[in-house]
């Protein structure tokens, strides 16, 4: 079975882009939640979707988004990008949304904001 | 507000000892907690999940924890340390009733000597 694809691995983008980020869940996961890991402030909470509804977000300014596309394919979106947007991105799936239900993770993208 | 601490930055072990690996938490009600390992450039894997019952959780790669209700602590442990367990672990807890989030803990850095 595969596990949690994320695109693209490593992106370099400058101050005031704008970047798409791109998440596959396991086959059947319907539930995608996103991080992001920084060393100074660890592991944050974005978002999390379940079957194209966004049912929790964390507390990040409106410049981050995400959906969630039928297939469960996910994508989030950071606006007017910048430095300190530097970071891993982590999306994570789950086979349903319960509370005692492991995410699995990918293996992230890593955003440069230069 | 629910939290969680790892209280150590780093743990350094011989190869072939024991290891333990802290993890305390905060959360109203009873908690759901996890153990993922990051390793370098990598995504976090889960590895063990305690929900109810048992407090002596066993998981992958020989690693097991102890919930302790009473002392609100969920520490990883594993009986062999091997170089290959060299890592970054993560503890992450969710409260019934809130969001499907993870709140995760800062990490602790494994380095097992050999």
């Known amino acids: 079975k595969a596990g949690v694809t994320q695109t693209p691995r490593y992106l370099i983008k400058t101050r005031g882009q704008q970047v798409t980020l791109s998440c596959s869940p396991i086959s059947g996961h319907r539930s995608v939640s996103w991080y992001q890991q920084t060393p100074g402030q660890g592991l944050q909470f974005l978002f999390e979707?379940?079957?194209?509804?966004?049912?929790n977000k964390g507390n990040f300014p409106g410049r981050f988004s995400g959906r969630q596309f039928s297939n469960s394919r996910s994508e989030m979106n950071v606006s007017t990008l910048e430095l300190g947007d530097s970071a891993l991105y982590l999306c994570?799936?789950?086979?349903?949304?319960?509370?005692?239900?492991?995410?699995?993770f990918g293996q992230g993208t890593r955003l440069t904001v230069v | 507000a629910q939290s969680v601490a790892q209280p150590e930055d780093q743990v350094n072990v011989a190869e072939g000892n024991p290891l333990t690996v802290k993890c305390t938490y905060s959360?109203?009600?009873?908690?759901?907690l996890f153990w993922y390992v990051q390793y370098p450039n990598r995504g976090l894997q889960f590895l063990l999940k305690?929900?109810?019952?048992?407090?002596l959780v066993k998981g992958s790669y020989g690693f097991e924890a102890e919930f302790n209700k009473s002392q609100t602590s969920f520490h990883l442990k594993k009986p062999s340390a091997l170089v290959s367990d060299s890592a970054l672990y993560f503890c992450?807890?969710?409260?019934?009733?809130?969001?499907?989030?993870?709140?995760f803990g800062t990490g602790t850095r494994l380095k097992v000597l050999a």
């Open positions: 979707y379940f079957s194209e509804t966004q049912r």
């Open positions: 994570a799936s789950s086979s349903s949304q319960g509370y005692g239900t492991e995410a699995f």
């Open positions: 992450a807890v969710r409260a019934p009733g809130g969001t499907y989030k993870y709140i």
């Open positions: 305690y929900i109810t019952g048992d407090n």
């Open positions: 959360v109203s009600g009873n908690p759901y």
